[in-house]
């Protein structure tokens, strides 16, 4: 099993920045892709960025691509994302998760993580 934590969140004007981590307990997570997603009120959970296991690859909604960077720490045991140059419209909460199939690809699906984080809230004022 795996314990996902997240951090970070926070309410911010408009054209500001936050970084939200991610930290992993209970096993390591140095071998799985992992992601962040959002969910603002009323709407469906959704993809917003993925790596892989080494860092090497990454994935990006086209929402969020140029102004979101994801990497992660594995010695950490660490996820971070880092949001420059917010909007209002990226309010929401904010989740990591973690596949536990070791050969996974990055996935934008929900379905395809099997450990999730409970969340933390991100508010964009304009």
């Known amino acids: 099993q795996v314990q996902l934590v997240e951090s970070g969140g926070g309410l911010v004007q408009a054209g500001g920045s936050l970084r939200l981590s991610c930290t992993a307990s209970?096993?390591?997570?140095?071998?799985?892709?992992m992601g962040w997603f959002r969910q603002a009120p009323g709407k469906e959970r959704e993809f917003v960025a993925g790596i892989s296991w080494s860092g090497g690859s990454t994935n990006y909604a086209e929402s969020v691509k140029g102004r979101f960077t994801i990497s992660r720490d594995n010695a950490k045991n660490t996820l971070y994302l880092q949001m420059n140059s917010l909007k209002p419209e990226d309010t929401a909460v904010y989740y990591c998760?973690?596949?536990?199939?070791?050969?996974?690809?990055?996935?934008?699906?929900?379905?395809?993580?099997?450990?999730w984080g409970q969340g933390t809230q991100v508010t964009v004022s304009s």
């Open positions: 209970g096993r390591t997570i140095s071998t799985s892709v």
């Open positions: 998760a973690a596949r536990r199939n070791l050969v996974a690809g990055i996935s934008t699906l929900t379905s395809a993580y099997d450990y």
